[in-house]
């Protein structure tokens, strides 16, 4: 079993950066591939960023492409999403999620772990 808990989220002002954190317990994070998704009421949860679970390789959904970097620090069990240029758009709980393998998954069903979310606010 893996446990994922978030953090790093918060309010910020149109234009503005947040780094969320997501650290992993139970297993050895690095046998694991990663990705975050994000959710606004009343809607799917979306694919925002995943990284290769052999490390490398990273994806990302078109409107945060050149915004948002996916990155991972084995050493500490942590995921990172680095968020900069920030829109209201991008307003949402944003999820970390883990599944073992090595592969690249930009799919929700794809993931077996989840955490419990971190609300992001973007203010206009």
């Known amino acids: 079993q893996v446990q994922l808990v978030e953090s790093g989220g918060g309010l910020v002002q149109a234009g503005g950066s947040l780094r969320l954190s997501c650290l992993a317990s139970?297993?050895?994070?690095?046998?694991?591939?990663t990705g975050w998704f994000r959710q606004v009421p009343g809607k799917e949860r979306e694919f925002v960023a995943a990284?290769?679970?052999?490390?490398?390789?990273?994806w990302y959904r078109d409107s945060v492409k050149g915004r948002f970097t996916i990155s991972r620090d084995n050493a500490k069990n942590t995921v990172y999403l680095e968020m900069n240029s920030l829109k209201p758009e991008d307003t949402a709980v944003y999820y970390c999620?883990?599944?073992?393998?090595?592969?690249?998954?930009?799919?929700?069903?794809?993931?077996?772990?989840w955490g419990q979310g971190t609300q992001v606010t973007v203010s206009s």
């Open positions: 990284l290769r679970g052999s490390g490398g390789s990273t």
């Open positions: 139970g297993s050895t994070f690095s046998s694991f591939a």
């Open positions: 999620a883990a599944v073992r393998g090595v592969g690249l998954y930009t799919e929700r069903d794809e993931y077996d772990y």
